[in-house]
């Protein structure tokens, strides 16, 4: 007798003794299995006899999806955007949520919103700024943001906010209201203030311009960091050639490729964003646009799908609507950054990024000093 091979192997399990009655085993329990599936698709029709064969297994199929997937309001939740953060202490029940792009999901916690009505202004800025950034808010309240007629234009400056994230909450809330009282520009609502929101908090601006503010000529969104020559800007925007409606202009970015490395700040997933490139758009930095566009933002903004750019986010709501960014006047006027200051040629600009609030006013004292600031 040879050893055992493969062949032997297969004759000792096909005729164990002990392998027949595994065997039995699993056929009785196969079709006990089968019977007790019938049994439940028989009570299952004769429960709701109205039912045909083929709807009874569509309603148990559809019943199942409804169960695993995320409900009707979150299931284009975005995960960079809606990032989870913690209710609000106000709210129930506790835990997590989602947060969405669109702005009638929050409210207002501090608002002004007479402002506009009682100064009827040409042109509108509006600063998103963190809530603890108090010294970027004074030193905007000391240069570009303290004028309020400008080429006999009426100018109006306003700070947006969302909710504290770090620190005493309490307490700073406190401060802001106390700086609300003494300055009446600040606008804050109740949506959590961290860089993956900025989208968020760009289409709560275009909201309240659009609820707030219709009769306002321009508008425009400009962060804490820069340098804004607000008269170049009036100027610019009194030529007559600048449109009245459907008008945005800034710093133009042409086929700028979406991030899709993870360890980048400025990363987008596919699922988000899903072309590899976005529409044109204006840094946002600072962009003007005309203040009919912010309700039909609003409105767009409900069939796209927010994305954490908040600056190609506008982008993508400009080509939902049919339309195009505009080239500024004279490009040059919208810079991003100088290695270095030089009085004559920001004399010259509309923007240019700082480094620092500190920076801004130095800047600014300098330029308005009297003499010509070229020679």
């Known amino acids: 007798m040879g050893a055992p091979g493969v062949n032997g192997n297969r004759r000792f399990f096909s005729y164990s003794p002990g392998h027949q009655t595994n065997r039995g085993f699993r056929y009785w329990f196969q079709f006990l299995l089968l019977f007790c599936l019938a049994l439940f698709v028989f009570f299952f029709i004769v ?66 919103p007479e402002v506009c009505k009682n100064q009827s202004p040409f042109l509108v800025l509006m600063v998103p700024v963190e809530p603890d950034n108090l010294a970027a808010r004074d030193a905007i309240r000391q240069t570009w943001g303290k004028e309020r007629l400008i080429q006999d234009k009426v100018v109006l400056t306003l700070f947006m906010l969302g909710s504290s994230v770090r620190g005493d909450v ?9 700086e609300n009282l003494q300055h009446n ?18 289409m709560v ?25 607000i008269d170049n800007l009036v100027i610019m925007l009194k030529k007559p050639d600048i449109p009245k409606t459907n008008y ?26 899903p072309e590899p490139n976005y529409p044109t758009y204006t840094l946002g930095m600072g962009y003007i646009f005309s203040t009919d566009l912010p309700e039909k933002y ?78």
């Open 47 to 112: 429960s709701d006899s109205s039912l045909s064969w083929l709807d009874s297994y569509q309603l148990v199929f559809n019943r199942t999806r409804q169960i695993s997937l995320f409900p009707p309001y979150l299931k284009a939740a975005p995960k960079a955007i809606l990032t989870t953060t913690p209710l609000p202490s106000t709210a129930a029940p506790t835990g997590l949520r989602y947060h969405q792009g669109h702005p009638s999901n929050y409210q207002y916690i501090i608002d002004n």
């Open 170 to 178: 309490e307490q700073q809330q406190e401060k802001l209201k106390q």
């Open 185 to 202: 520009d600040l606008i804050q609502s109740n949506f959590m203030d961290t860089y993956n929101n900025l989208t968020i908090k760009t």
């Open 205 to 229: 601006i275009m909201d309240w311009l659009a609820t707030h503010c219709k009769t306002a000529a321009y508008s425009m969104k400009v962060d804490s960091d820069m340098f804004l020559n």
């Open 248 to 273: 945005l202009t800034g710093m133009l970015m042409w086929n700028r490729p979406v991030v899709r490395s993870k360890g980048s700040k400025w990363y987008v997933s596919e699922e988000l964003y």
């Open 298 to 375: 609003v409105e767009v903004s409900k069939s796209i799908t927010p994305f954490n750019i908040e600056d190609a986010y506008i982008g993508m709501c400009m080509k939902k609507l049919g339309l195009n960014p505009s080239s500024p006047p004279n490009p040059s006027q919208f810079q991003a950054y100088n290695q270095k200051y030089d009085r004559c040629s920001f004399s010259k600009v509309i923007t240019y990024i700082l480094g620092s609030s500190k920076q801004l006013v130095d800047y600014w004292t300098d330029l308005k000093k009297p003499g010509a600031p070229c020679t």
